[in-house]
């Protein structure tokens, strides 16, 4: 059974930094490209970062060089570093993995950016 379960999201000031977890079982997790989305309510969810099995990333421009996307494949998790926090980056941030055909999420974690 494939989980994602994320983690470290909180309220912080605008300049600060957060870093998210997403811990992953249930599928061979080296094997598979992995990426963060956010949304914010009432809003289309957004892609932020992806890390390649080879370790490749890429980034959209309204986070690029601020976030860093990084995997540990004997911990099974994926990172999202996140720095020069903008009360904009506040959204629910969430991790993805695409096996197969099928698509699956976690469950999210609260980013708040805010003075």
């Known amino acids: 059974q494939v989980q994602l379960v994320e983690s470290g999201g909180g309220l912080v000031q605008p300049g600060g930094s957060l870093r998210l977890s997403c811990a992953a079982s249930?599928?061979?997790?080296?094997?598979?490209?992995m990426k963060w989305y956010r949304q914010v309510s009432g809003k289309e969810r957004e892609w932020v970062a992806v890390?390649?099995?080879?370790?490749?990333?890429n980034y959209p421009d309204s986070v690029k060089g601020r976030f860093t996307i990084s995997r540990d494949n004997v911990k099974h998790t994926v990172y999202l570093q996140m720095n020069s926090l903008k009360p904009e980056d506040t959204a629910v941030y969430y991790c993805?993995?695409?096996?197969?055909?099928?698509?699956?999420w976690g469950q999210g974690t609260q980013v708040t950016v805010s003075s």
């Open positions: 890390i390649t099995t080879g370790g490749t990333t």
């Open positions: 249930g599928f061979t997790f080296s094997r598979y490209h």
């Open positions: 993805r993995a695409e096996i197969g055909l099928d698509d699956y």
